[in-house]
């Protein structure tokens, strides 16, 4: 492992971890490494894994696991994954795996794959892959593939593939094409392709495509 510890802007480095004070800042460039508690930033090819309530902060091509209710910012082209009630802030072309209820913030042109009750908060051309009860709200041009009992809210000019027992929202110029037993609602000028036994409530001024026995409910507004 190497490490350097950082107090008040002072950079300590070395092979053996040195750390000052309670509150300290850990330096990770590379190995694998565990943070319990405290604050690490992760650079160049650093693995952490973090637990309690550890802050980490990775750049580069750094590949985080984080646990309990830690915090992670990404940047670059980290990796993250995150478990129970973690919270990540990801950026630029960050690749995140999110499950057991992890909240992801992410905004640029991010991958993530949500799973079991996470929930993804999204902007920006971020790829979307959901499934599993998973909850993501899209803006811009985001795109999202929902799968297995996912709620999609859609907004501004994002795109939607859902397919099964998913629920769909759209409203701006969200689109989506609909698969299966999907239940969704659309107003504003969004569109909609439907296909199998999907059921679409819509306004009037939304655009609608009905296949197979898809059904459609256009409702005041």
Do not use: P, W
């Not at 405290?38 to 902060?57: D, K, L, Q």
């Not at 999609?152 to 969200?174: K, R, S, W, Y």
């Amino acid at each position: 492992m190497k490490a350097k510890a950082l107090l008040v802007g002072v950079v300590l480095s070395g092979t053996t971890l040195a750390a000052y004070g309670l509150d300290k800042t850990l330096l990770f460039f590379y190995g694998q490494n565990e943070v319990h508690g405290g604050t690490a930033i992760v650079r160049e090819t650093g693995h952490v894994s973090c637990y309690g309530n550890a802050s980490v902060t990775s750049y580069d091509q750094g590949v985080i696991s984080c646990y309990d209710t830690c915090t992670v910012e990404a940047y670059g082209h980290t990796v993250v994954h995150a478990y129970a009630n973690s919270k990540v802030s990801a950026f630029d072309n960050t690749r995140i795996y999110a499950t057991n209820h992890a909240q992801i913030d992410v905004t640029g042109s991010a991958r993530v794959d949500a799973t079991d009750d996470s929930v993804v908060i999204a902007h920006g051309n971020v790829a979307i892959n959901a499934s599993k009860h998973a909850t993501i709200k899209a803006f811009d041009n985001v795109t999202v593939f929902a799968s297995q009992n996912v709620t999609v809210e859609a907004h501004g000019d994002a795109t939607v593939m859902a397919l099964g027992n998913v629920h769909v929202t759209l409203a701006d110029n969200a689109s989506a094409q609909v698969y299966g037993n999907v239940v969704l609602s659309a107003k504003d000028t969004s569109s909609v392709e439907a296909f199998d036994s999907a059921q679409v409530t819509r306004t009037k001024s939304v655009k609608v495509q009905l296949h197979d026995t898809a059904k459609e409910v256009v409702a005041n507004g």
